[in-house]
């Protein structure tokens, strides 16, 4: 016998989870953009930390509809050296590290 396969969808198993993504550019002098994906809706901090974990800023804390997007950030009130953003959701936390070069 012959099957016929009227419709085929395939979801990405990738698409389905959140993701925190690398800032653009990295390193940088000024600013930089930091993107994430969000498999559901939710309310999102956004948080910067320098290298020995102390907390800077809070960059976002709002809600957000599922799907891709980005927040931009300057550098104007820091120095040069490594720094760490957190994004962190109800069911998602991820870590990145983002250089400053003046």
């Not at 396969?5 to 959140?18: D, H, N």
């Not at 959701?89 to 590290?97: A, D, G, Y």
């Amino acid at each position: 016998g012959i099957s016929v396969v009227k419709e085929f969808k395939t979801t990405s198993a990738i698409q389905m989870l959140s993701s925190l993504y690398q800032n653009v550019p990295n390193p940088f002098s000024h600013s930089t953009t930091i993107g994430f994906f969000l498999a559901k809706s939710a309310n999102v901090k956004v948080k910067l930390y320098n290298s020995v974990g102390e907390l800077l800023d809070v960059l976002v804390s709002e809600n957000y509809e599922e799907g891709e997007h980005s927040i931009g950030f300057s550098s104007d009130k820091y120095s040069s050296g490594t720094y760490f953003y957190r994004i962190e959701t109800e069911n998602f936390v991820s870590t990145k590290s983002l250089l400053i070069q003046k």
